[in-house]
Every structure is written in C-alpha cells, then in structure tokens.
C-alpha cells in the first residue's frame, strides 16, 4: 500500500497544522477494510501511535494529544487527516501515516512536525 504524507512544517506553540495522508492506489472497497492511523517519532525516541480511526470512524487517542489532535477519514478520496491545535514543542517529531489491516502495516514516508517555544 503506497501511502503518501503531507501537511508537516514549522509552528509556534499553541498553533495548529493539519496533516494529510492519502493512498492513491487503493481503490475505495479497500481503503475502507484498513484502520488508518499517524504514529510519530521524537528525536532519540520510538514510534508511537498518536491517534487511530477505522472505516466506521471510531477513534482512538494517546493520553497526550487527547482534546488537542483529532483524526478523521474521508473514504471516498482515500484519505486520511490528522488536525492538531494548541501544539506544544513536546509534539516536534516525524509523524508517519499507516494502514492496518489484521497482521498488515504499511507506512508511508514520515513528515516533520517542529513545534517552537
């Protein structure tokens, strides 16, 4: 699954940005059989969920974006968004778009996120 990220870039803190991710090769009957997902990485850190949202579009959060980020779906473009407002610089990372399906992950190319105090 080709996944292709955009949206990064620098922010102040307290700003917002909105990522984007879209799979352009999967046809719509498929997109919808993937819970789509943004993980990010810190400098020096692991790749960590940040948020998750299935076809139906249940979500989940971590603690530390819960109230801030919120990801959405639009099945019918293939697309994945992840809104993120009142950004802190503890959110600077490489953030990275992902597909799963059962034992399935795809990731697409990572998109960095600097957030300035």
Partial sequence: VQLQASGGGLVQAGGSL????????LIFSTFTTYV???YRQAPGGERVLVAD???SGATNYAGPVQGR???????SNKRVYLQMNNLKPEDTAVYYCNAARGTESNWGPGTLVTVSS
């Fill in 53 to 55: 949202i299935t076809s």
């Fill in 18 to 25: 909105r990522l984007s991710c879209r799979a352009p090769r």
């Fill in 69 to 75: 980020f919120t990801i959405s779906r639009d099945n």
């Fill in 36 to 38: 789509m997902g943004w």
